[in-house]
């Protein structure tokens, strides 16, 4: 059973990223055939600055490798590696209605927002290079958050218009994806994204990532009355990296007068940086050795290769091109 999914590198990972796409992703090397990318070519609808893009892929690779993704069970690639998914992309396109397309969350909240003219068309065509991801891999599950489900969807419709169009062809994928870390809640509370600057990352330097949860939002309940832990956003992001025993430890801290906010912040930082203490070496070495990590890549990319020719070419058969 083959297990797909790739994250844009557009940003080093926040902690929605971690808990709803990479942790899961990663834990399932043990009983599935992953292959994980980095998205560079679906990064280039906003990053254009190549040190950057060079960087933040750098940054996912490292991410993953000190989370523990091995790279001798799973196959970890950059997508840029093997353009071949863009030939598949134009293919795809060429089955997909642009009235498919208009239904996507993201073009839709362009067009909500009155930008929609002035986003690039890789924007919009968006969801046919991500369909062309997966089912060149003949993917069986996609681990991804819960914003990402409706592509996977969108991919089992143009994977079903095309093989009804040319003959069984693709196979068709599952979104996998995890209730409880479904929407991962940010600094202010909202969903954690980039976009709302509301993250907290867990490989920012330890004084950045203080200044972060130190500006997560609580209500004014003075310091000496009692404070509810359940509604609280410091709280709720502790009991996503705690033990049963912290959590209940904290929430008696709570229900104690004296005891206030930035104390509890205090508790978030030291749990995380805890936990991220061996993860943080790794990814601090694999930064400052960037050839290792084009090493791990280059190898994922040859072994990604095999499989993405022979689903390339059943394509190409399919609608009549010389098989290569
Ligand atoms: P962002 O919203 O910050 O731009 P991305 O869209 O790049 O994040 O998301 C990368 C992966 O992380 C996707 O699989 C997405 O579903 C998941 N993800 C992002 N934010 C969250 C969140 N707050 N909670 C759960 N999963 C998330
Ligand atoms: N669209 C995904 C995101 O924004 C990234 C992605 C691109 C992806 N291609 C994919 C995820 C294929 C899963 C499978 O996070």
Redesign the pocket.
Same mark, same amino acid.
């Given at each position: 059973m083959i297990s797909l999914s790739g994250?844009?590198p557009?940003s080093t990972p926040?902690v =929605?990223?971690h808990?709803?796409?990479i942790e899961p992703a990663i834990a399932l090397q043990d009983q599935y055939d992953c292959r994980y990318f980095i998205a560079d070519y679906h990064a280039m609808t906003t990053v254009h600055d190549a040190a950057k893009m060079r960087e933040y892929s750098h940054g996912i690779a490292a991410y993953f490798l000190a989370f523990g993704l091995d790279p001798k069970k799973c196959i970890f690639y950059r997508q840029s590696d093997l353009p071949q998914v863009c030939e598949l992309a134009w293919i795809l396109s060429c089955v997909t209605n642009m009235g498919l397309l208009e239904r996507a969350h993201a073009w839709k909240a362009a067009k909500d927002r009155g930008t929609a003219g002035e986003e690039c068309h890789g924007l919009f065509a968006y969801p046919v290079l991500m369909a062309a991801d997966i089912l060149i891999h003949d993917s069986d599950i996609v681990p991804? =958050?819960?914003?990402?489900v409706q592509h996977v969807e969108m991919t089992r419709d143009m994977a079903e218009r095309f093989n009804f169009t040319f003959g069984e062809t693709f196979h068709l994928p599952q979104a996998k994806f995890n209730e409880t870390?479904?929407?991962?809640p =940010?600094l202010d509370g909202r969903?954690?994204?980039?976009?709302y600057g509301n993250?907290i990352n867990l490989m920012y330097a330890p004084k950045q990532l203080k200044k972060q949860i130190m500006s997560i939002v609580t209500d004014s309940t003075p310091i000496d009355q009692p404070k509810e832990y359940e509604t609280c956003n410091v709280y709720n992001l502790y009991k996503l990296f705690a033990t049963p025993e912290q959590c209940a430890e904290l929430a008696e801290k709570y229900r104690t007068p004296g005891f206030g906010y930035g104390h509890a912040k205090l508790a978030l930082y030291d749990l995380l940086m805890e936990k991220t203490e061996k993860p943080r070496q790794i990814y601090n070495d694999y930064m400052a050795h960037p050839d290792t990590l084009e090493d791990v890549l280059r190898d994922g990319a040859a072994r990604a290769r095999v499989k993405m020719d022979e689903v390339l070419n059943r394509a190409r058969k399919a609608v009549g091109y010389r098989v290569n």
């Open positions: 994250i844009k557009t926040h =929605g990223n808990l709803g796409m991804v =958050g819960k914003d990402q870390m479904a929407t991962i =940010g969903k954690m994204s980039k976009s993250t």
